[in-house]
Nanobody
Framework: QLQASGGGLVQPRGSLRLSCAAS????????IGWFRQAPGKERESAAG????????LYADSVKGRFTIWRDNLKNTVYLRLNILKPEDTAVYYC??????????????????WGQGTLVTVSS
C-alpha cells in the first residue's frame, strides 16, 4: 500500500516536498515512480527512481526543478518540487513497479498506486 502526501496550494516559483510512504511488500526492491494528472489530461510520468536509488529519470518538463530520492529504511520516496509553475498543477501519484529492472515512464508498467495528492500552483 502506498500513501502520497505533501500536496497543497503554492505560489508560482514556490516549493513543495511530496512523500510516498509504503507499507507491506518489498518496498526496497521496487522501482518507484511519481506521476501527475492535470485536469482534462492524461496521467504522465514526472520522475522515477530505481530500487537502490542510484538511478533516476525525469520528464523533460520537470528536469532541473524536481528531485526524487528514497529512504528505504523509512519505506519512503520523496519528490522535491522547486520553481513551481502553474502548469505543474495536478494530482500527483506515486506508484510501484514490482516487475521491471529499469525505470519506466508508462503507467501500465506500475502495479501499485497511491491515492494521489493535489498540487495547486497559483497566485
Amino acid at each position: 500500500q502506498l500513501q502520497a502526501s505533501g500536496g497543497g496550494l503554492v505560489q508560482p516559483r514556490g516549493s513543495l516536498r511530496l512523500s510516498c510512504a509504503a507499507s507491506g511488500g518489498s518496498f526496497s526492491r521496487y522501482i518507484i515512480g511519481w506521476f501527475r494528472q492535470a485536469p482534462g489530461k492524461e496521467r504522465e510520468s514526472a520522475a522515477g527512481i530505481s530500487w537502490g536509488g542510484g538511478r533516476t529519470l525525469y520528464a523533460d518538463s520537470v528536469k532541473g526543478r524536481f528531485t526524487i530520492w528514497r529512504d528505504n529504511l523509512k519505506n519512503t520516496v520523496y519528490l522535491r518540487l522547486n520553481i513551481l509553475k502553474p502548469e505543474d498543477t495536478a494530482v500527483y501519484y506515486c506508484a510501484a513497479d514490482a516487475r521491471s529492472s529499469s525505470i519506466s515512464t508508462m503507467v501500465s508498467e506500475y502495479n501499485y498506486w497511491g491515492q494521489g495528492t493535489l498540487v495547486t500552483v497559483s497566485s
